[in-house]
């Protein structure tokens, strides 16, 4: 998969440190993970960061988190910490401040939420503490709080599923319903201006729109309630893969064909999501890339260093058809 090709120069005493870095203990404590003890901070070569994930709600999600964790290894100069904020925005404070106090050198999270960060935000400015927001943007009117934001364009993602589905169905009085991802969260807020903003003027019509917490269960859960309340579903418009997916099931359980007497658009590209469009359950997917565990590291390594770093790094996503989930699959990395 490609990324985003970041050019920067690293401190050359870092990265040789980072070669004869030792492998960090781990413990437990709550839901984080990685180093114990003192933290050496990057005067030894190593650098401590504190990464603050949203949850496990997605095959998304688990991509991200492995991206990152396989990245930011001992090996390529990193002690990794690492905490599951299991979708909660005041577990990911504490988490916060708990870095704060440990004394890490950087702290990389993505946020639950967009907005109620400056506070935590402006404790780890006067720790002097750089943060790298990934994946989810915050709402806030200080830049100066965060050193970089590392993810995809959402509202273009929804832009991209809007235009293709007027481009399909434009004509036909089509009637979508929407499922959310987590209400107030960056990409669902997006996902759905961009994919607004793309049909209107067109005759598809959103009937109804409500949160599935970007989860397969809560994904079916509304989609059961959508087909209850509506007899003239013909578009479903998911945030994510996994409500899509959900949305499949309860369809099917209502006796009717995914792909075909309801068309599904969705956003991630994850495997499961990939077969489900191969199969033609699905019937367009934008993708999201989770992959940015070797962009993060490298901002890391250049904030250290020192740096000037690019404030907004957009990643690279495709979109998918039938025919290219078909090519693109053997060779999926998530």
């Known amino acids: 998969m490609a990324r985003t090709t970041l050019t920067r120069t690293v401190l050359a005493a870092v990265s040789a440190a980072a070669l004869f870095a030792l492998g960090a203990c781990s413990s437990d404590a709550g839901t984080e993970t990685g180093g114990g003890g003192e933290t050496g901070g990057a005067d030894d070569g190593v650098i401590t960061l504190g990464f603050s994930q949203v949850g496990a709600e997605s095959g998304w999600r688990a991509a991200n988190t492995k991206s990152i964790q396989d990245t930011l290894t001992a090996e390529n100069g990193f002690d990794l910490k690492f905490s599951d904020a299991q979708q909660k925005q005041e577990n990911q404070i504490q988490a916060i401040r708990s870095y704060i106090t440990q004394g890490v050198d950087v702290i990389a999270f993505s946020p639950v939420v967009e907005t109620g960060w400056d506070a935590v935000l402006q404790e780890a400015k006067a720790a002097g503490i750089p943060v790298i927001l990934t994946d989810r943007a915050v709402d806030s009117d200080d830049e100066s709080l965060y050193e970089s934001f590392i993810g995809s364009d959402f509202v273009k993602e929804g832009v991209t599923a809007g235009e293709w589905a007027v481009e399909q169905y434009d004509g036909e009085g089509y009637k979508a319903v929407e499922l959310q991802g987590t209400t107030g969260a960056a990409p669902a807020i997006d996902r759905k201006e961009g994919f607004e903003s793309a049909i209107e003027g067109s005759d598809i019509e959103i009937i109804d729109s409500q949160t599935g917490n970007f989860t397969r269960a809560e994904g079916k859960t509304v989609m059961e309630g959508f087909l ?19 949305a499949i099931e309860a369809i099917e359980a209502a006796g009717m064909t995914p792909g075909e007497d309801i068309k599904i658009i969705t956003i991630d590209a994850v495997k499961d999501g990939m077969q489900a469009l191969a199969d033609g359950k699905i019937n367009y997917i934008v993708e999201c890339n989770p992959l940015l565990g070797p ?24 979109a998918f058809d039938q025919e290219a989930a078909k090519e693109a699959l053997p060779t999926r990395e998530y």
């Open 295 to 318: 962009d993060l590291a490298d901002i890391a390594k250049a904030v250290i260093a020192g740096e000037e770093v690019e404030k907004r790094i957009v990643v690279k996503d495709e």
């Open 228 to 246: 209850n309340k509506h007899d003239d579903i013909d578009l479903v418009f998911a945030h994510n893969d996994d409500m899509g997916l959900g």
